[in-house]
């Protein structure tokens, strides 16, 4: 039986621009159904932009008021819920910071604000004893945010490991699979509406670390600074990477991941956490994730792995994982915005970069002589790295380029292995390596 003569939800929607537009779409196309789900409607009361006079990718329902100044939405006393989709920091954080204060409820996608000042954030939102929803904030249209928040809360979780960015993993796709130029890429991402309004954050690897962060959180329950963490993006790898990888079995994907260390307890979980590109063998589920599809990996004591897929980005997409959370807070579910019976969760026991252990990819320029590859081993050797294969192609004028896929070893080692090749003279340019994912395993 539904609940059909309870008051609407108002809805202050802060941004009309991809995810904003596609909420705005989709709160009309879907109104017979939020109503049968939740007993009640939504309205869309006012909407919060910059530029009033814009094009706008939908169309507003009746009624509905185009605003440009923040207290319009944040001290409006019917609005219940402030939707946060302008993305970025300081007004963002102003905002809700603001429209807490009033009383309302939050939903955001805004995983930079939520993993650099997230902590504040939930503190204020248990004292104010309001709801903060952010399931679009990671992974687009993949409910992993719940998952981890509600539906794996009865098992501990060893490691999460994902491609959490649809503009990089898109960009690589196509330069994969198309031979398309990296910026002809990125460009093609911006103009789908995957890419950051800044898509540094996008191709340096930030805003895939920005949404490990929460990730860590929800699933270990512990506060892993956003600096603390290893990043490295995609900017810069070149065509010839992408084509040996290929040759050898592997795609190149941008990974986030986090997992235990061993000597983790019950009482102090240490965590190897960070982004990196890397080979992915193509017979892991990861390296068949294409195009702007995001997935992410979870290993559980009880579960074991699941493996969830989906797109990463895009207008319904994420506004799809909006309204979800809308849905939430109009059924008036009780707050559980960490996911854990506290706000301030501990700082996170990190393992420092250096005693990650790997096997790797490594790519050097060198000259075509006899003992060259003698001498590399040597260096490698030295550091107490085992290949296992070394691939030697021909001299195309700027020297030979030589793979060398090691056995595991620690990033430390990698690190001072070839920088005694660099210092011995061999190299022609600064070595090339990524760390190597799955063997034969189906995952
Ligand atoms: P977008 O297309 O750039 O839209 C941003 C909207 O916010 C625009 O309508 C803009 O107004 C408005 N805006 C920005 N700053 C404002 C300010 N200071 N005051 C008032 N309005 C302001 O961004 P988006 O792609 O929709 O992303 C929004 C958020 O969702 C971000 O946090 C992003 O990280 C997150 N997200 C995006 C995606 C995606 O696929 N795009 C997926 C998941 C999460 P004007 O239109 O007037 O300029
Ligand atoms: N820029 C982000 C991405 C949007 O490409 O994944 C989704 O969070």
């Given at each position: 039986m539904t609940r059909s003569n309870e008051k609407n939800l108002v809805v202050g929607l802060a941004?009309?621009?991809?995810?904003?537009?596609?909420?705005?779409?989709?709160?009309?196309?879907?109104?017979?159904?939020?109503?049968?789900?939740?007993?009640?409607?939504?309205?869309?009361?006012?909407?919060?932009?910059?530029?009033?006079?814009?094009?706008?990718?939908?169309?507003?329902?009746?009624?509905?008021?185009?605003?440009?100044?923040?207290?319009?939405?944040t001290d409006d006393p019917e609005i219940d819920v402030l939707v946060e989709l302008i993305g970025g920091i300081d007004h963002a954080r102003a905002?809700?910071?603001?429209?807490?204060?009033?009383?309302?409820?939050?939903?955001?996608?805004?995983?930079?604000?939520?993993?650099?000042?997230?902590?504040d954030l939930f503190r204020k939102a248990a004292r104010k004893?309001?709801?903060?929803?952010?399931?679009a904030s990671v992974a687009g249209a993949i409910p992993i945010v719940e998952a981890l928040k509600e539906s794996l809360t009865g098992n501990r979780i060893h490691s999460i490991m994902g491609i959490l960015n649809g503009t990089s993993n898109y960009i690589l796709s196509e330069m994969t699979s198309n031979g398309m130029e990296f910026d002809v890429a990125l460009q093609q991402a911006q103009r789908l509406g995957y890419a950051e309004t800044d898509p540094t954050l996008d191709i340096d690897g930030h805003d895939a670390a920005h949404k490990l962060v929460l990730l860590i959180r929800l699933a270990f329950g512990v506060h892993y600074p956003y600096t603390a963490l290893s990043i490295r993006g995609i900017r810069g790898l070149s065509g010839m990477d992408i084509r040996m990888a290929r040759e050898l079995g592997y795609r190149v994907k941008l990974i986030a991941q986090a997992r235990e260390a061993s000597g983790s307890t019950q009482d102090q979980v240490c965590l190897e956490a960070g982004v990196f590109p890397a080979l992915v063998h193509h017979k892991y589920l990861l390296a068949r994730v294409g195009g702007v599809y995001n997935a992410v990996r979870v290993e559980a004591n009880a579960a074991g792995s699941l493996f969830f897929h989906g797109r990463g980005a895009g207008d319904l997409p994420t506004a799809g994982a909006v309204l979800g959370d809308l849905l939430a807070v109009a059924r008036e579910e009780r707050p559980n915005n960490t996911g854990y019976a506290y706000s301030d969760l501990p700082k996170a026991c990190i393992v420092p970069r250096?005693?990650?252990?790997?096997?790797?990819?490594?790519?050097?320029?060198?000259?075509?002589?006899?003992?060259?590859?003698?001498?590399?081993?040597?260096?490698?050797?030295a550091e107490g790295i085992s290949m296992a294969q070394v691939i030697q192609k021909s001299d195309e004028g700027q020297g030979a380029p030589l793979v060398l896929m090691t056995h595991e070893t620690s990033a430390q080692a990698m690190r001072d292995a070839l920088q005694r090749a660099m210092d011995a003279g061999l190299l022609k340019e600064p070595a090339v390596y990524f760390r190597v994912l799955g063997g034969q395993q189906g995952m």
């Open positions: 941004g009309f621009g991809t995810v904003g537009g596609g909420l705005v779409r989709l709160l009309q196309e879907n109104a017979d159904l939020v109503r049968s789900r939740c007993g009640r409607g939504i309205t869309l009361k006012k909407v919060l932009v910059r530029n009033t006079a814009k094009a706008r990718a939908a169309e507003l329902p009746a009624g509905t008021e185009l605003v440009t100044d923040p207290a319009a939405l905002l809700i910071d603001r429209a807490l204060d009033q009383g309302k409820h939050i939903v955001t996608a805004n995983k930079a604000l939520l993993a650099e000042e997230g902590l004893k309001r709801i903060l929803r952010y399931e250096e005693e990650w252990h790997a096997c790797y990819y490594v790519r050097v320029m060198v000259e075509d002589a006899p003992g060259v590859l003698r001498d590399l081993s040597g260096c490698m050797a």
